[in-house]
């Protein structure tokens, strides 16, 4: 988390970097902060919240001649997202904008008080700016080095020094890209956040130094310089706009129907390129979040449909665990961002034990797009809004297709077809999911249950009311509510009954009648009809492979929904971040 951009050019670099930071806001937007330099000075204006609080700051400030910055927009681990602690961070000569985190910061912390040293904040950021200075006598590459060889953890820097006027940048286990253009070259994140100005880039690999001037970007490894190839990103400038939608969580849950067709589309006209996992015995599904329950549906649909063994595990726990790979395995990563940093972790433990590793995966020049043996790509596009939409939509379309084909079940590509159309009609029906928040949107809590599959869809309509809208919610699988949980129900308590699996619909529904005894308002969200409750979301049937697809996106539009009633900021809900790259 925490987002980077630098500017070395002809121009006063502010413009660029408040545009850089507003595109990178969704990597965290506790604080936010600038630095502009020339020969004789550095000027760090910086300012707690959104970026809109930094720009007001700078416009009330008279800035510095300068053709030099960096800033940043912080997602807070070490130090409270005050002033103080926000980046850039000044330490002697050299001014530092990080994400990661410096796990080895209060040793090093301590070392350098002894040798006179002063810290302003309580950041681990500020102490990796002191080390480097520390080791600065007139060579920066060299000082870079010494330091990046004593700091452990993650980092991405973005650095300036007193008395020269080039950018210099590093990184090992966070995302940093160099971007260039015509007497103008930048560092950045993700390409985003400077795609107004180049779409020409080189992706920074760990443990290379970048020194970055107007007119030409060097890089070193290990003391060497090396030559790197300038990529063209494939996103426009428009990818990034909300297209007339108030939010781009409404943008990107209407794209779901042209993507899903786009996808599915390569796809269905050859099924060779759907990779067959009946060559394992065992399948590991590894993410987090929403990526993770989209491996659930993935579990259920390959255990259930194609016999195949599968083990789905939250990435922060299976790196740390004993796993036994007993068994001829696949890991399948799933991650929007292809960043997250447990994922990556997941998908390195497994590469360590010479496991095959397959991401289905947004950002093609991610990590864990590079990393693993095989890649299957969602083509999502950029997705903007911290809460994760299409690309969840993408991800469940990619496991049905490979459940569908390790199946070996009759031909239903016609059917599959129908699939982007239904789910446009689904969501054209925008009134339904509004009059229904209207109904729930007071509440202190909801619940979601269901099971098997639909236990899976609920875990990720549960996840999109509460982070986006901060009204309670909790998944259940149906038949687990009464060992506790139900106490919580009263009368007027919203719980959605998700039932789509024929074989245990009557079984969810008597779980059901348990809270609507209790007093539960029951909202059922089926592709069958189920008379006897307070409302209903119908939505056509189809092969179970693929059902899930029609369901999750009414739960995506009541969220949506409810948040905006409910006032909150529905593209940045408050403590998250897109791409989550600390442990
Ligand atoms: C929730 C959400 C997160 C992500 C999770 C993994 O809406 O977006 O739960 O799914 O942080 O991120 P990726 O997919 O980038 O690995």
């Keep these: 988390m925490c987002g980077i951009v630098g500017y070395v050019g002809k121009h006063n670099p502010k413009d660029v970097l408040l545009a850089g930071l507003k595109a990178l806001e969704y990597r965290g937007y506790d604080s936010a902060g600038i630095a502009l330099k020339n020969e004789d000075e550095t000027q760090i204006i910086k300012s707690v919240g959104k970026i809109k609080n930094l720009e007001e700051k700078i416009d009330c400030s008279s800035l510095i001649e300068s053709n030099i910055g960096i800033a940043h927009t912080r997602w807070a ?156 990103a494939d996103i426009k400038a428009e990818d990034k706009d909300k297209q007339g939608y108030e939010h781009y969580m409404l943008k990107e849950i209407m794209e779901e129907p042209i993507l899903l067709e786009n996808t599915l589309k390569t796809f269905l006209d050859d099924m060779s390129l759907v990779p067959d996992l009946g060559d394992y015995e065992e399948i590991h599904v590894v993410a987090c979040g929403s990526a993770m329950y989209a491996g659930m549906i993935g579990k259920a649909l390959l255990e259930e449909k194609a016999g195949i063994r599968v083990i789905c595990e939250v990435a922060s726990e299976y790196r740390y665990k004993k796993i036994i790979y007993d068994r001829k395995t696949l890991v399948i990563l799933v991650s929007q961002s292809g960043e997250t940093a447990d994922t990556i972790a997941a998908m390195r433990k497994a590469k360590e034990n010479g496991i095959d590793t397959l991401a289905i995966v947004n950002v093609k020049t991610s990590t864990i797009a590079r990393e693993t043996d095989k890649q299957i790509f969602i083509e999502a596009g950029p997705e903007i809004a911290v809460a994760t939409t299409k690309a969840y939509i993408l991800q469940v379309a990619i496991f049905g297709l490979l459940a569908y084909k390790a199946s070996h079940s009759e031909n239903i590509i016609s059917e599959i077809k129908k699939l982007p159309r239904y789910v446009k009609e689904i969501l054209d029906d925008r009134d339904r999911y509004l009059n229904l928040a209207k109904e729930i949107y007071k509440n202190n809590d909801v619940f979601f249950i269901g099971r098997k599959v639909d236990y899976a869809i609920c875990m990720e309509g549960s996840l999109k009311l509460k982070e986006v809208s901060y009204l ?112």
Excluded: W
């Design 77 to 232: 681990t070490h130090g409270a997202p005050t002033e103080n602690n926000a980046h850039p961070h000044h330490v002697g000569k050299v001014t530092l904008v990080h994400n990661g985190i410096i796990e080895n910061a209060s040793e090093i912390k301590e070392r350098l008080l002894k040798e006179g040293v002063k810290f302003n904040s309580d950041t681990d950021t500020e102490v990796a700016c002191g080390l480097i200075n520390y080791y600065y006598d007139g060579d920066e590459v060299k000082a870079i080095e010494n330091a990046i060889d004593e700091l452990t953890g993650s980092y991405a820097f973005g650095i300036m020094f007193e008395g020269n006027n080039n950018l210099y940048a590093v990184r090992k286990g966070s995302p940093l890209i160099v971007g260039i253009s015509d007497n103008e070259n930048y560092i950045a994140s993700d390409i985003t956040a400077i795609i107004n100005y180049t779409n020409k880039y080189m992706l920074l690999e760990e443990g290379e130094i970048a020194v970055i001037s107007d007119s030409e970007v060097k890089l070193f490894k290990d003391g060497k310089e090396i030559n790197k190839e300038v990529l063209t």
């Design 472 to 583: 309670h919610s909790e998944a259940y699988q149906a038949g687990e509510l009464k060992h506790g949980t139900i106490s919580l129900i009263e009368d007027g308590t919203p719980v959605f009954g998700i039932i789509t699996d024929d074989d245990i619909r009557d079984k969810t529904i008597s779980n059901i009648e348990e809270v609507k005894s209790r007093g539960a308002k029951v909202i059922i969200v089926s592709n069958k009809l189920v008379s006897g409750y307070d409302r209903q979301i119908i939505v056509p049937k189809i092969s179970e492979f693929f059902q899930a697809i029609l369901i999750v996106p009414c739960l995506q539009l009541i969220a949506y929904e409810v948040a905006k009633l409910r006032g909150c900021d529905i593209d940045k809900p408050k403590n998250l971040a897109k791409s989550v790259t600390v442990e």
